[in-house]
């Protein structure tokens, strides 16, 4: 692999990187050292990635664009952050979306979730073109936005809206004072969730976890549509919490929603919802020794049927659809 430069710089031309790609050589270029952030050219010329040094506890972001893929890697013992395209044709417009990411950790001194995060949402707000958001992701948002309406009648709206950090691919959902939530969101007749990422149910030292199961059925003429559900919950906040107004809308556009967007299927609750702290959950035998050439793990959990060992927050007790 060829090295341009051991000095590190916040930013690479694409005249540099493509001359890389046209021998088909494999590079990297250094751009920052804390945390370490590197941009990569692979082994054939076709493709290209930033690196990220992750922190003890920090995940990679999560994302929902088909065409991006974030993994987690290791590299001479250390645990990185890769982000790279799944269409090499697209190499010259990610080369752009990366190096803003870049600027932004490197020159701004922002986290990774939030460079890539406000990176999407420039680039979504620059270009207004919708992005369709599948079954799954509508009702995972439909899901989180119950949850945030019952932690406002707890906390108030200003709050609320505040934990919310599912759009900035947090490790979990919402992060309230001592504890924090993860919602999950099924419209299949068994309890089961998908669970993305060995840490994704492991509690923040010192505060408790809370898993939140939520499933849902279409109902037909009856029930209420994301947009429904969305309408009533920015009304909530611009009566009581017209300062948050704001954050909610860059959180709904970060996660893919856009009022564009075509929305007629209604939901209706198919069970009562679940409250579980986390000394109940499943977890897999091999979360305590992953092997270093596993990157990523996603799993099924089934929960029907168990109880919490510890009474539930007030919040998390009277879960309803918002309508």
């Known amino acids: 692999m060829t090295e341009p430069s051991a000095i590190p ?8 990187v493509s001359g890389y790609l046209e021998r088909g050589q494999a590079t990297t270029f250094p751009l920052g050292t804390a945390p370490s952030v590197e941009y990569v050219v692979g082994h054939g010329g076709d493709h290209i990635a930033l690196h990220v040094g992750l922190g003890s506890r920090q995940r990679p972001p999560r994302t929902t664009f088909p065409m991006i893929r974030i993994d987690q890697i290791r590299e001479n013992g250390a645990r990185k952050a890769r982000i790279r395209t799944t269409d090499p044709s697209l190499l010259r417009d990610f080369h752009d979306l990366i190096t803003a990411t870049a600027d932004r950790v490197v020159t701004h001194g922002r986290t990774l979730d939030q460079a890539f995060a406000e990176t999407i949402r420039a680039w979504t707000a620059l270009l207004g073109r919708p992005r369709e958001l599948s079954t799954e992701k509508r009702i995972g948002l439909l899901g989180e936005l119950t949850v945030m309406r019952a932690l406002a009648s707890a906390h108030g709206w200003e709050k609320a809206v505040t934990a919310w950090k599912g759009p900035d691919g947090e490790e979990h959902d919402f992060g309230l004072p001592g504890y924090d939530v993860e919602v999950k969101t099924t419209s299949s007749e068994e309890r089961r969730h998908a669970v993305h990422g060995l840490g994704q149910l492991d509690p923040v030292p010192g505060r408790a976890l809370w898993l939140v199961s939520l499933q849902l059925t279409r109902g037909g003429a009856e029930g209420v549509t994301l947009a429904d559900t969305i309408a009533a919950v920015s009304t909530e906040v611009a009566e009581h919490a017209p300062a948050s107004l704001g954050r909610l809308e860059r959180g709904l556009v970060a996660v893919g929603w856009s009022r564009e967007q075509e929305d007629d299927e209604r939901w209706v609750a198919r069970s009562a919802p679940l409250a579980l702290d986390s000394p109940v959950l499943p977890r897999l035998p091999l979360a305590d020794a992953v092997p270093d050439r596993i990157a990523s793990v996603q799993y099924v959990i089934d929960v ?11 919040a998390l007790t009277a879960l309803q659809l918002p309508s």
């Open 9 to 16: 710089r916040p930013w690479v031309s694409w005249d540099e």
């Open 304 to 314: 029907e049927g168990l109880s919490p060992t510890s009474a539930p927050p007030a």
